[in-house]
């Protein structure tokens, strides 16, 4: 059964710092290019970074420079480190497979206040 649960949200001042995580199971983790999403309110689901089975990775430009996606294989864990945060960073993030979508998982909420 494919699972990605998600966690380390929080409520945080601007400027603040966030570490999210992906734990995946049900899928051969390794191989799989995976990305970081997310879904503020009233708006699209959109792509924030993603990271290739080797360790490639990619950045939205409004997030380039302040987070960072890394990936344990290991653990079957993905992680996003969110620094400098800004008020429009408020969102639900959800992690998933960067092709062949896999069954989202119900996101952590991430609220940056000014």
């Known amino acids: 059964q494919v699972q990605l649960v998600e966690s380390g949200g929080g409520l945080v001042q601007a400027g603040g710092s966030l570490r999210l995580s992906c734990a995946a199971s049900g899928i051969i983790f390794s191989l799989k290019a995976m990305g970081w999403y997310r879904q503020a309110p009233g708006k699209q689901r959109e792509w924030v970074a993603s990271i290739t089975s080797n360790g490639s990775t990619n950045y939205a430009g409004s997030v380039k420079g302040r987070f960072t996606i890394s990936r344990d294989n290991a653990k079957n864990t993905m992680y996003l480190q969110i620094d400098s945060l800004k008020p429009e960073d408020t969102a639900v993030y959800y992690c998933?497979?960067?092709?062949?979508?896999?069954?989202w998982g119900q996101g952590t909420q991430v609220t940056v206040s000014s």
């Open positions: 998933n497979a960067v092709y062949a979508k896999l069954p």
